[in-house]
């Protein structure tokens, strides 16, 4: 059974329901926002610095926020300060510096490695060859694996040609390569 409704309530014949409305009854048609100023995403301080969080840093250097945090653990990033809640509050170098660890690791630096640039980088008594030698070095042990990745290479190469591919796994000339047969 319906009850009926009052006057001006409801729908008229062929009418649609209607969405509540979402607007406050202002001319400005602004959405409702129940906590005000939720979407602040950096914090400046009396000096005029920005600051940015954990996930925008992250964001714009294009790693995740474990990363960062991994590398603030691992002192490739100095520990940031704090916001009154709590949050990490990271100066505008971060990002840059960031950038820089993750291209490192695309060229092989170990994070090591990247900690003793960094400190290069920062020293007033390092020069470019510093880093140059650190990059000759890197290049020299990269050398290193490529040969022994050619050794492994043709190494599997022998071996496969030696098996038939067919047969009991007992006779698996493969296998009993591995076990020194």
């Keep these: 059974m319906r009850l009926p409704l009052p006057a001006g309530e409801g729908w008229g014949e062929g009418e649609k329901p209607r969405p509540p409305k979402r607007y406050s009854q202002n001319k400005t048609k602004k959405p409702l926002d129940p ?11 009396m000096r005029d610095e920005t600051f940015q969080k954990i996930g925008q840093a992250a964001k714009a250097a294009a790693v995740g926020v474990e990363t960062v945090r991994f590398y ?14 709590g949050y990490r509050l990271y100066p505008p170098d971060t990002v840059a510096r960031l950038r820089f660890i993750k291209q490192a690791k695309q060229l092989g630096f170990t994070l090591k490695e990247i900690n003793e640039l960094l400190s290069l980088r920062a020293s007033s008594r390092a020069n470019c060859g510093h880093v140059r030698a650190r990059a000759e070095r890197k290049r020299d042990e990269i050398d290193g694996k490529l040969r022994e990745l050619r050794q492994m290479r043709r190494a599997l190469n022998n071996l496969i040609k030696e098996c038939t591919g067919e047969g009991p796994l007992s006779r698996c000339t493969i296998l009993s390569a591995m076990d020194g047969k």
Excluded: F, I, Q
Aim: glycine letters at 8%.
């Design 72 to 85: 603030e653990r691992e002192g490739l990033l100095p520990k940031p300060k704090r916001s009154g809640a």
């Design 35 to 45: 906590v005000v100023n939720y979407r602040v995403y950096s914090v400046k301080t």
